[in-house]
């Protein structure tokens, strides 16, 4: 079973209703379907540069 990533300054992603397409960028975040690997690595770039934080569905961190 697969899962997102979401990076975002919320504290829960699921704040808002968002859209679930490969990449998505709406509501102020940003979420991949099932990313991999080298994706997941570019995210956690990109919520470090715009001070946010890389959050799977169940609430687990991506933010190192």
């Not at 397409?21 to 102020?28: F, V």
């Not at 690595?41 to 919520?47: D, G, H, L, Y």
């Not at 540069?49 to 961190?61: S, V």
């Amino acid at each position: 079973m697969g899962y997102d990533i979401h990076i975002t300054r919320r504290d829960d992603w699921w704040d808002e209703e968002r859209l679930g397409t490969a990449l998505n960028w709406a509501s102020g975040e940003i979420s991949a379907k099932n990313p991999s690997c080298i994706l997941i690595v570019k995210m956690r770039r990109v919520a470090k540069a715009l001070n946010a934080r890389g959050l799977r569905d169940d609430g687990e961190h991506y933010d190192e």
